[in-house]
C-alpha cells in the first residue's frame, strides 16, 4: 500500500512539475514585448504618453485663444459703448434743412428727351428679310451619306 501511495506521490509531483512548466512557457509567451501582451502594453503607454502631450498642447493653444477672444471681446464692448455715445450726441444735434440745388444735368436731359418727342417721323422703308445674326446651328441628319 506504500508503494502505490508512493507511486501516486510521485505521479502527482510529475504531474504538477509539468503544469508548472507548460504555465511558465505560456506566462513568457503572454509577456513577450513584440508579439503578446507586454507589446500590447508598451504600444498603449506609448500612446497614452503621446496623447497626454497633444492635450497639454491643445489646453495651451485653447487657452491664449481664449485671451485673445476675451481681449478682442473687450474692445468690441469699447468701441460699442463709443458708437452709441455717438448716436446719443447725434440726436441732440438740431436739424437743418440743405437746400438741394438742381442739377444742370437733369435739365439737358429733360430738355433732350422734349427734342427727341418733336423729332419728325421718317416713314420707313419695307424692311428686308432680317437674317439672323451671329452663330446659326442647323442639325444634320446622320443618316445621309455626303
Known amino acids: 500500500m506504500d508503494l502505490i501511495a508512493d507511486i501516486l506521490l510521485a505521479a502527482g509531483a510529475l504531474g504538477a512539475g509539468f503544469y508548472c512548466f507548460v504555465l511558465s512557457r505560456r506566462l513568457k509567451r503572454f509577456n513577450d514585448l513584440e508579439k503578446g501582451v507586454g507589446g500590447a502594453v508598451a504600444v498603449l503607454s506609448s500612446q497614452v504618453d503621446d496623447l497626454n502631450k497633444s492635450l497639454r498642447d491643445a489646453q495651451a493653444v485653447s487657452n491664449s485663444s481664449s485671451q485673445a477672444l476675451e481681449q478682442l471681446t473687450g474692445r468690441a464692448e469699447t468701441v460699442a459703448q463709443r458708437l452709441e455715445l455717438m448716436m446719443a450726441s447725434m440726436h441732440d444735434l ?18 433732350a428727351y422734349a427734342a427727341e418727342t418733336q423729332v419728325e417721323e421718317v416713314p420707313a422703308e419695307e424692311p428686308e428679310e432680317a437674317k439672323p445674326a451671329g452663330l446659326m446651328f442647323v442639325r444634320h441628319n446622320r443618316n445621309q451619306v455626303a
Open 94 to 111: 438740431p436739424d437743418s434743412e440743405v437746400d438741394v440745388p438742381v442739377a444742370e444735368e437733369s435739365d439737358a436731359l429733360a430738355e
